[in-house]
């Protein structure tokens, strides 16, 4: 018996990083999975992946910012499953420029991919979930909602609001038996990461430096995390951020 026999999951962002690696899990664990994501070719390719080691997957091309295709991915998941069970919102967007540099346009973007995103999802999901009797809401936030630099001021504005999001939304939800809560991710062996800095060895990335574990997170550290917090594991947990950052926040300086 896998821990998501018979659970119906939307994740998002599944072409690449935390979102591949937990469809991958998910799927492994017994969920049937609708993929979502814009770039359509990895898209496709990592669920094609999850069939042929025998999950049962789709993908779905979705503009999570986008009102239409969030409800044509809600609508598609209930015509192929029956419901939705299961919402992972993992898909985001980061920027690295000085506010002042920073134009209306780009602000957003961010916005809207990383915070909107959540909203229009959660709107969707939230009242399927109840009429089958419940169901587990994992907003992805980040580390910079703690702790952060410069030059990412939408991105850090976004994911602070996820947190601030998921209480609200924990506290909506819980008469329905739907429980919502959002992960901090720290450093983790990402596109999103390790692009922005050029072609380093990812045990040479700056920031390891600074992480007490000494070393960069694995997607799957977080699918882990993803899975232990939609399934009766943590069945008495709402509301609630979780920090999976190597340490990274724990320092004063």
């Known amino acids: 018996m896998g821990a998501f026999d018979g659970k119906i999951a939307i994740i998002t962002g599944t072409a690449q990083g935390i979102g591949k690696a937990t469809l991958e899990r998910f799927a492994r664990e017994g969920a049937k999975v609708v993929a979502a994501d814009i770039k359509d070719p990895q898209g496709q390719a990592a669920v094609n992946a999850v069939r042929a080691a025998g999950g049962d997957a789709i993908y779905v091309h979705c503009d999570v910012a986008v009102a239409v295709d969030v409800d044509a991915l809600v609508r598609t998941t209930v015509e ?32 809207n991919i ?26 992805l936030s980040s580390v910079h909602a703690r702790i952060t630099a410069a030059t990412v ?49 990812e045990e040479q990335h700056p920031l390891v430096p600074r992480i007490p574990m000494r070393r960069i997170g694995k997607p ?34």
Not at 85 to 103: E, F, G, I, M, R
Not at 174 to 195: D, K, S, W, Y
């Open 114 to 139: 990383n915070l909107r995103s959540a909203y229009l999802l959660s709107r969707r999901c939230m009242p399927i979930m109840a009429q089958r009797g419940g169901g587990s809401i994992v907003l």
């Open 153 to 201: 001021t939408p991105y850090v504005a976004s994911k602070g609001g996820i947190v601030s999001l998921t209480r609200c939304l924990a506290l909506e939800a819980a008469p329905h038996q739907i429980r919502v809560n959002c992960i901090l991710p720290g450093a983790i062996a990402t596109p999103m990461l390790l692009e922005n800095w050029g072609d380093v060895p």
């Open 80 to 111: 192929t499953y029956g419901g939705v069970d299961v919402l992972v919102s993992n898909a985001a967007y980061v920027t690295y420029t000085l506010l002042v540099d920073t134009s209306e346009e780009e602000w957003d973007r961010v916005i």
């Open 220 to 253: 799957d550290e977080i699918a882990r995390v993803c899975q232990f917090l939609t399934t009766d594991e943590s069945s008495y947990m709402t509301g609630t951020e979780l920090l999976v950052d190597g340490g990274l926040a724990a320092h004063f300086d």
